[in-house]
């Protein structure tokens, strides 16, 4: 049985990651104009190889499988509304995939190279070298991907883009970029500073607000936990 504390703070690292990556998702039309309008040289590309390509804040990631297609996983708000193919195959777009990612709820999807760039320059096999990890054959990481092919729960921490290439690159779903990002939080609530500031905040809340349920509890709760968790 889960423990409804730690499915909390889950939740709430998981939308602090969200609000803190918010430009990701808020590039214009022009932007998304170009990125299917650009052109790449996939003749030095691999049935296998793991693609990325840098975002403002995140980097995403797919899976090459030759033929101008690639396996990535998407957050998309479609998916829980329709089951209309010719809907949810069409490019996702950044408030299907904002709304995806808050609801949870992506899809392991094929799409070309340009669609799945958007413009940004790709990186081949950047993780073999960063991580250090030794990686499957090819062929298996392509078959690995074309497996999970479809609807998936999604989760910033638990379950995004990069724990499904490290799966089928390495065979275990691993994601750096979310263990930085809760190292980060860990130091902030180590931090006692935050229990002073989250203290003086709630009491700030009382005092405008009044003594009601909504004000006084985290008030009392928050800088409790921050405490503890120091």
């Known amino acids: 049985m889960k423990n409804p504390m730690l499915e909390v703070v889950s939740?709430?690292?998981e939308k602090l990651l969200l609000i803190s990556n918010f430009t990701l998702f808020s590039s214009g039309t022009t932007g998304e104009d170009k990125g299917r309008n650009s052109?790449?040289?996939?003749?030095?590309?691999?049935?296998?190889?793991?693609?990325?390509?840098?975002r403002?804040?995140?980097?995403?990631?797919?899976?090459?499988?030759g033929d101008n297609r690639v396996a990535h996983m998407m957050p998309d708000i479609l998916?829980?509304?329709?089951?209309?193919?010719?809907?949810?195959?069409?490019?996702?777009?950044?408030?299907?995939l904002i709304l995806g990612v808050i609801v949870r709820v992506a899809s392991i999807r094929v799409d070309t190279v340009e669609d799945f760039a958007y413009g940004a320059n790709i990186l081949v096999n950047h993780l073999d070298e960063s991580l250090q990890k030794k990686a499957l054959l090819n062929e298996e990481v392509a078959?690995?991907?074309?497996?999970?092919?479809?609807?998936?729960?999604?989760?910033?921490?638990?379950n995004n883009c990069e724990h499904f290439v490290?799966?089928?690159?390495?065979?275990?779903?691993?994601?750096?970029?979310?263990?930085?990002?809760c190292e980060t939080v860990k130091i902030i609530i180590r931090d006692q500073r935050s229990v002073l500031a989250s203290a003086v905040l709630g009491l700030a809340s009382i005092v405008c607000m009044g003594l009601v349920s909504y004000t006084t509890?985290?008030?009392?709760?928050?800088?409790?936990?921050?405490?503890?968790?120091g």
């Not at 078959?143 to 638990?158: D, H, N, Q, V």
């Not at 490290?166 to 990002?181: A, E, H, L, N, V």
Request: with cysteine.
């Open 11 to 13: 939740l709430l690292l």
């Open 39 to 54: 052109f790449y040289e996939t003749s030095s590309f691999h049935r296998g190889d793991v693609l990325e390509v840098p």
């Open 56 to 65: 403002t804040h995140l980097t995403h990631y797919g899976i090459y499988l």
């Open 79 to 96: 998916l829980a509304l329709t089951d209309d193919l010719g809907r949810t195959q069409k490019v996702v777009s950044n408030k299907r």
């Open 143 to 158: 078959r690995r991907a074309e497996k999970l092919l479809g609807f998936t729960p999604y989760s910033l921490l638990w």
């Open 166 to 181: 490290t799966y089928c690159r390495y065979g275990t779903p691993i994601s750096p970029q979310s263990d930085k990002f």
């Open 217 to 229: 509890l985290p008030a009392i709760f928050i800088p409790f936990f921050l405490w503890m968790a």
